[in-house]
């Protein structure tokens, strides 16, 4: 059974940092595109990062471009998101997901999803 558990959230003031981890367990990940999405309060979830498992090829939504930088450790089976310079509207419930097969950025794209963890960034 695949599991993925997200850890790391919480509040911090604007200007801050955070570094969310990507616990992945169940399967071999190795053809897999790991991905950060959020989800604000009343919005929908939206792509943040994603980065392939073997390659460590990496892509970024726009708003987090230069501030945000995910890898993965292979040998740990974790997937990072360091979260530098925040502003309080990258409050939000953060997802790890998994998805077999080439770059996207549509969650319903996604096979698998963890239960998510909220970072609140404070003005």
């Known amino acids: 059974q695949v599991q993925l558990v997200e850890s790391g959230g919480g509040l911090v003031q604007a200007g801050g940092s955070l570094r969310l981890s990507c616990a992945a367990s169940?399967?071999?990940?190795?053809?897999?595109?790991m991905g950060w999405f959020r989800q604000a309060p009343g919005k929908e979830r939206v792509f943040v990062a994603a980065?392939?498992?073997?390659?460590?090829?990496?892509y970024y939504a726009d708003s987090v471009q230069g501030r945000f930088t995910i890898s993965r450790d292979t040998a740990k089976n974790t997937v990072y998101l360091q979260m530098n310079s925040l502003k309080p509207d990258d409050t939000a419930v953060y997802y790890c997901?998994?998805?077999?097969?080439?770059?996207?950025?549509?969650?319903?794209?996604?096979?698998?999803w963890g239960q998510g963890t909220q970072v609140t960034v404070s003005s």
């Open positions: 997901a998994a998805r077999y097969g080439a770059r996207s950025i549509h969650p319903a794209d996604y096979d698998y």
């Open positions: 169940g399967r071999t990940f190795s053809s897999y595109l």
């Open positions: 980065i392939t498992w073997n390659g460590g090829s990496t």
